[in-house]
């Protein structure tokens, strides 16, 4: 590396070759400033343990982003010993990186932020127990995990426990739809969590009953959910002979932005309260049989976007809904009804 060089603070590499990234690494090694790394490679790793412990030797590294394709190489990572890397945010997409994450994790003792996306999980390999403290450790995200609950029970026990932020989505275990495990989990290795973001999506076999999934479901309903204020949706579609459930959170203390839609069978519902949204400023209605009052529910809302088609009258005029209340924009696409307000509205 020229000089020139030596002053650089965040490197981007994408679709890099894997045996060239690594030649590169020995150089990168001297960059005392380097804090920023986002490396995307095409091609398979072939040696992944090596790999890892030279990014972990960059001396300046706080951020990492890695997409690596290691799956012609499942060994795991040696447990650190004596090197230890400064990273404090890190971002992981690998093929086999949940079974050796707990190794993985020894070498990033100041980490606070952690991001992990994989689809694939040995179940002949048993996840170890983690005896370090991530004490820093404050938001977590799994993203399409693919281990069984109990797992995660294993994983929270000791690598979760200071967290206050969990971002998590699953795509093939019903277990993951069970409120009072989850609660216990929570109150019993993650007692700090604030924010707890959940999206699960599952194609029940025809021997599964959708009245089973709908009633463990609303046990996401209990006081516990609703003093912290976590919300929770779900929509089922059903092609030919299948049902496909998706579960998830609306976060209704954080989101900027609420669609009004008719639900197609008025029998499957999740939560009648209709709660009060502060954050809400935009607000996009998509049928014409909306029973709602803006200005109760949505007290700051500032944008209105009606997106349907009508050349019927409902009995409840989507006009009223909008009476008193300042609107700064009005998008109307495709819809044939009028708006009916009292303060200046600029569109």
């Not at 609306?250 to 999740?270: G, S």
């Not at 009606?306 to 989507?318: A, G, L």
Request: proline share 4%.
């Amino acid at each position: 590396m020229g000089s020139k060089l030596i002053g650089l603070q965040a490197l981007i590499l994408n679709k890099i070759q894997s045996t060239y990234f690594e030649n590169l690494l020995k150089y990168l090694l001297v960059l005392p400033h380097l804090s920023s790394l986002i490396v995307n490679c095409q091609d398979q790793v072939q040696n992944k343990t090596n790999l890892y412990k030279q990014i972990f030797r960059l001396p300046a590294l706080k951020y990492c982003k890695l997409s690596l394709d290691d799956s012609n190489q499942p060994e795991l990572l040696p447990i650190a010993t004596k090197e230890f890397s400064p990273i404090e945010h890190f971002i992981l997409n690998s093929t086999h990186v949940l079974n050796d994450l707990n190794n993985l994790l020894s070498y990033v003792p100041h980490l606070n932020r952690l991001s992990i996306y994989s689809q694939y999980y040995s179940p002949t390999t048993q996840m170890q127990l983690y005896s370090a403290v991530l004490s820093h450790l404050t938001h977590v995200s799994l993203n399409r995990l693919d281990i069984p609950f109990d797992q995660l029970e294993s994983m929270s026990r000791s690598l979760l426990n200071p967290i206050q932020v969990l971002h998590i989505s699953n795509y093939s275990s019903a277990a993951y739809l069970n409120a009072n495990r989850w609660q216990r989990l929570i109150l019993s290795h993650i007692p700090h969590l604030r924010i707890f973001n959940i999206l699960i999506s599952y194609t029940l076999n025809w021997a599964e009953n959708i009245v089973d999934f709908i009633t463990m479901i609303n046990k996401f309903n209990s006081l516990f959910w609703f003093k912290r204020q976590w919300f929770f949706e779900y929509y089922v579609d059903k092609k030919r002979d299948q049902n496909f459930l998706s579960f998830y959170s609306t976060n209704p203390y954080r989101r900027k932005q609420y669609i009004l839609y008719e639900e197609k069978d008025k029998n499957i519902h999740i939560n009648n309260r209709k709660t009060i949204m502060n954050f809400v400023h935009q607000v996009e209605i998509r049928t014409e049989k909306v029973m709602i009052n803006l200005q109760k529910y949505f007290p700051n809302v500032t944008e209105l976007i009606i997106v349907f088609s009508s050349t019927e009258q409902s009995d409840d005029e989507p006009a009223s809904i909008v009476e008193e209340k300042v609107l700064t924009k009005i998008d109307a696409c495709q819809c044939s009804v009028g708006i009916k307000y009292k303060e200046t509205v600029s569109t």
